[in-house]
């Protein structure tokens, strides 16, 4: 079935660091979302994307969508301590609303 | 404006019991998802419901199943509990089968 690759599975960061991550597909998505998951919480939607080559931002966070339609990054400019936890990335495909999630990247504060 | 809403937040089975997880989606919203999360893991599609209908469904066996009420409201069903289904449970709301979905907080099963 299809998988995301998501990289990296964690990273550290230091108040003020800009943050990088991506997300890689075996197959095409027509639609590609982040989410970040906050501990016992459920995943928010942070960014969606619709169209390959589309760059989108919210605040301090910007996405594109690969022109491949395979993969897809996100980055987080100018981090603060409440960036911390775990963002994923989804795919939809052509074919009903099902959502592919790839493994996360876990943020966290460098001690 | 409530956001989605899920019952219970924790559960304790043993092997071979059956549990039901309960599901209200966000005010509006007419589709509902859900999704297995195993901890350190990304979450995985079962099913989504639509005009009471399962519409899709994700590579899971039988003993997951669910029923979508005319409210909306959603349940999943799942049987003859094993230890790996062991996870957090999320249901996921939208408006219609297109547009994004909207996550709940989740019920967090252990079976033992």
């Known amino acids: 079935g299809q998988q995301l690759n998501q990289s990296p599975q964690s990273m550290f960061i230091q108040e003020g660091e800009d943050v990088s991550m991506n997300c890689t597909s075996s197959?095409?998505?027509?639609?590609w979302l982040w989410y970040k998951q906050d501990p016992g919480e459920g995943p928010v939607l942070l960014i969606a994307?619709?169209?390959?080559?589309e760059l989108t931002s919210n605040g301090r966070l910007t996405a594109q969508f690969g022109i491949t339609r395979k993969d897809s990054f996100l980055n987080i400019s100018a981090s603060i301590p409440s960036d911390v936890g775990i963002y994923f990335c989804?795919?939809?495909?052509?074919?009903?609303?099902?959502?592919?999630f790839g493994g996360g990247t876990r943020v966290l504060v460098k001690p | 404006d409530a956001g989605v809403t899920q019952s219970p937040t924790h559960l304790i089975k043993t092997r071979g019991q059956q549990v039901t997880l309960r599901c209200s989606p966000k005010?509006?919203?007419?589709?509902v998802s859900w999704y297995q999360q195993a901890l350190g893991q990304g979450p995985q599609f079962i099913f989504q419901?639509?005009?009471?209908?399962?519409?899709q469904r994700g590579n899971f066996p039988d003993r997951f199943s669910g029923h979508q009420f005319p409210n909306y409201s959603s349940e999943l069903n799942v049987n003859a509990l094993l230890l790996g289904d062991s996870a957090l449970y999320l249901c996921?709301?939208?408006?219609?089968?297109?547009?994004?979905?909207?996550f709940g907080p989740g019920t967090r099963l252990t079976v033992l």
């Open positions: 996921a709301s939208s408006l219609s089968l297109y547009n994004e979905q909207f």
């Open positions: 197959s095409i998505f027509n639609t």
């Open positions: 994307l619709y169209k390959a080559g």
């Open positions: 989804a795919g939809r495909g052509a074919a009903g609303n099902k959502l592919t």
């Open positions: 005010s509006g919203h007419d589709t």
């Open positions: 419901y639509y005009e009471e209908e399962e519409r």
